[in-house]
């Protein structure tokens, strides 16, 4: 039984592995000489003025949110396309639902301004 699963497990060694010998690899060979310059906070090539932690608008942060979640929603889409043929009426039925879904929920943020960029 366990024989089955070697691939498996020498896969997942090498996964933790690797990136561990090439972290150290980096370590060993790339120079390392910070200057004041070098420790600074970079922040687009500006030195910050005022206060740091400023208040933004919530709607850049729902903005985003929606576009992942109808970004990760769409991915169901895939799966369902390479299946059509084999699916039938209930598979149209079933993605004429989903999408409904997605198309009310796009409405209600689109109703609420929260697509508004400004």
């Not at 933790?16 to 150290?24: A, E, G, M, R, V």
């Not at 060993?28 to 208040?55: F, H, M, V």
């Given at each position: 039984m366990l024989l089955n699963y070697t691939g498996v497990f020498i896969v997942l060694l090498w996964g933790i592995i690797f990136p561990i010998i090439l972290l150290w690899a980096q370590k060993l060979l790339?120079?390392?000489?910070?200057?004041?310059?070098?420790l600074l906070t970079y922040e687009c090539g500006l030195d910050t003025q005022?206060?740091?932690?400023?208040?933004?608008?919530?709607?850049?942060?729902?903005?985003?949110?929606?576009?992942?979640i109808f970004d990760v929603e769409t991915?169901?889409?895939?799966?369902?396309?390479?299946?059509?043929?084999?699916?039938?009426?209930?598979?149209?039925?079933?993605?004429?639902?989903?999408?409904?879904?997605?198309?009310?929920?796009?409405?209600?943020?689109?109703?609420?301004g929260a697509l508004e960029w400004m």
């Amino acid at each position: 039984m366990l024989l089955n699963y070697t691939g498996v497990f020498i896969v997942l060694l090498w996964g933790i592995i690797f990136p561990i010998i090439l972290l150290w690899a980096q370590k060993l060979l790339s120079p390392n000489n910070p200057t004041p310059a070098k420790l600074l906070t970079y922040e687009c090539g500006l030195d910050t003025q005022g206060d740091t932690w400023i208040r933004f608008k919530l709607s850049y942060f729902m903005y985003a949110l929606i576009f992942v979640i109808f970004d990760v929603e769409t991915i169901f889409l895939y799966p369902w396309a390479m299946q059509f043929k084999n699916m039938g009426v209930f598979g149209i039925v079933e993605m004429v639902i989903f999408m409904a879904i997605l198309i009310l929920g796009f409405a209600y943020a689109w109703k609420e301004g929260a697509l508004e960029w400004m």
